[in-house]
């Protein structure tokens, strides 16, 4: 079992910064990678960024606005140039294989125009 734990998230008006932070505990070592995900009401989860040992991947939508940092068992995640788009409850994933992943409990993000 992997256990995260989120922190950040919050309000901001357009164009602001949040920061989020996610820790995991437990059998890390069985973490292939870590990222970030979002859903917005009415919407599928989408991947944010992901943090795998080969490099790193971001959503289109956030490229050049989101940073993703960190190792396979803490990842933090910049949001600047914020939008009122980027409201979504936000969710750290660790990825272990096909049939086995986690995801942290979810912090909202509210972008307010």
């Known amino acids: 079992q992997v256990q995260l734990v989120e922190s950040g998230g919050g309000l901001v008006q357009a164009g602001g910064s949040l920061r989020l932070s996610c820790a995991a505990s437990?059998?890390?070592?069985?973490?292939?990678?870590m990222g970030w995900y979002r859903q917005a009401p009415g919407k599928q989860r989408e991947l944010v960024a992901r943090?795998?040992?080969?490099g790193i991947n971001y959503a289109d939508s956030v490229k050049g606005r989101f940073t993703i940092s960190g190792n396979i068992t803490h990842i933090d995640l910049q949001m600047n140039s914020l939008k009122p788009e980027d409201t979504a409850v936000y969710y750290c994933?660790?990825?272990?294989?096909?049939?086995?992943?986690?995801w942290g409990p979810g912090t909202q993000v509210t972008v307010s125009s």
């Open positions: 437990g059998r890390i070592f069985s973490i292939y990678y």
């Open positions: 943090l795998t040992r080969g």
């Open positions: 994933n660790a990825f272990v294989h096909a049939r086995e992943e986690y």
